[in-house]
């Protein structure tokens, strides 16, 4: 298993930008693809955007392409969402996760929450003006 911590979550107006982060403990960090996810009230938790182990395959949600770049640092077991022209629909609870299952045989394609078997915490972006 691997732990995950994000940082970088808060309220921001339309607009916006935020960089959300995520360190992860141990040393399989850089065979694992690692993802984002979110869950806004009332709503399932939905992919945003994963990495493959390397970082030579990402994949985004359609709501966010263009707006949103994952990307990771695997001499410092970190990955990070890079977050611009943030809108209200983007309000909720962001997770990192990691397909800790699946060393160097995971990839892009797999984008349900039950494929990710290590979870942050989660970190609050709201948008709102």
């Known amino acids: 298993q691997v732990q995950l911590v994000e940082s970088g979550g808060g309220l921001v107006h339309p607009g916006s930008s935020l960089r959300l982060s995520c360190v992860a403990s141990?040393?399989?960090?850089?065979?694992?693809?690692m993802a984002w996810f979110r869950q806004a009230p009332g709503k399932e938790r939905a992919i945003v955007a994963n990495?493959?182990?390397?970082?030579?395959?990402?994949n985004y949600a359609d709501s966010v392409k263009g707006r949103f770049t994952i990307s990771r640092d695997n001499a410092k077991n970190m990955v990070y969402l890079q977050m611009n022209s943030l809108k209200p629909e983007d309000t909720a609870v962001y997770y990192c996760?990691?397909?800790?299952?699946?060393?160097?045989?995971?990839?892009?394609?797999?984008?349900?929450?039950?494929?990710?078997?290590?979870w942050g915490q989660g970190t609050q972006v709201t948008v709102s003006s």
């Open positions: 990495i493959n182990y390397n970082g030579g395959s990402t």
């Open positions: 996760a990691a397909d800790s299952m699946r060393p160097y045989r995971g990839g892009v394609h797999y984008t349900s929450p039950d494929d990710y078997a290590s």
């Open positions: 141990g040393r399989t960090f850089n065979m694992l693809t």
